[in-house]
């Protein structure tokens, strides 16, 4: 095709002019990336723009139900089940811990009372062994306390025995004595009656 100078002429400031319009109904300027006035939206954050409230709280009430579901038909029930299960155990532990504590006190009161019987025992036995000991003990005693008796009677008995004897011997000595001095002084002979006598009578003195 050929065209004439006059009509691309023409042409040509309509082409500039609708380049100009599509530039003007733009979308974004190229040099500062912001949209014409003409864009649609004000710029406000889409949770605090007014009109998303009503979707909002409709997800919210959605949300809130099917957490309550959550937790009324699962989360509550097994934390019941764990505080059910830990209860019961405690109560287990409990009533064995009481059980054991029962027969510990039992245990100590036998003790006690076996201790108690023991040393009961045990002085009983002190006291008769100590009964048993001082009665042997006295019945010893008696037994050398009378051997005693009997060796100092017998020793008395030999002493007098043996006082007498010597008695007798003194006056024999002191009557064979008395006859020596009067021979070798008067020179004369006593009689053995004389002397007896002269003796006792001087014994008696």
């Not at 076996?114 to 100590?130: Q, Y």
């Not at 009378?146 to 025995?161: C, F, N, P």
């Not at 009689?191 to 008696?204: L, N």
């Amino acid at each position: 095709m050929f065209v004439t100078a006059a009509y691309a002429q023409q042409s040509t400031p309509t082409e500039g002019a609708e380049t100009h319009d599509a530039t003007a109904a733009g979308e974004v300027h190229t040099e500062t990336g912001v949209a014409h006035e003409g864009e649609a939206g004000s710029g406000v954050f889409p949770p605090f723009d007014s009109t998303h409230f009503a979707s909002q709280l409709l997800w919210l009430a959605i949300t809130f139900g099917l957490f309550y579901l959550l937790m009324s038909k699962v989360i509550i029930p097994r934390i019941g089940g764990i505080l059910e299960t830990r209860h019961d155990r405690i109560a287990q532990d409990l009533d064995e811990a009481s059980r054991l504590k029962g027969e510990a006190d039992a245990a100590i009161a036998a003790y006690e009372q076996e201790l108690a019987n023991a040393k009961a025992k045990g002085h009983s036995i002190a006291d008769t062994a100590r009964e048993a000991v001082k009665s042997k003990a006295n019945a010893e005693r008696a037994t050398v306390e009378a051997e005693l008796a009997k060796k100092i009677a017998t020793a008395e008995a030999r002493i007098a025995d043996i006082k007498t004897k010597a008695l007798a011997d003194v006056g024999a000595i002191a009557e064979d004595t008395a006859a020596a001095v009067v021979k070798q002084l008067i020179g004369g002979t006593v009689t053995k009656t004389e002397i007896a006598a002269a003796v006792k009578s001087s014994a008696g003195n």
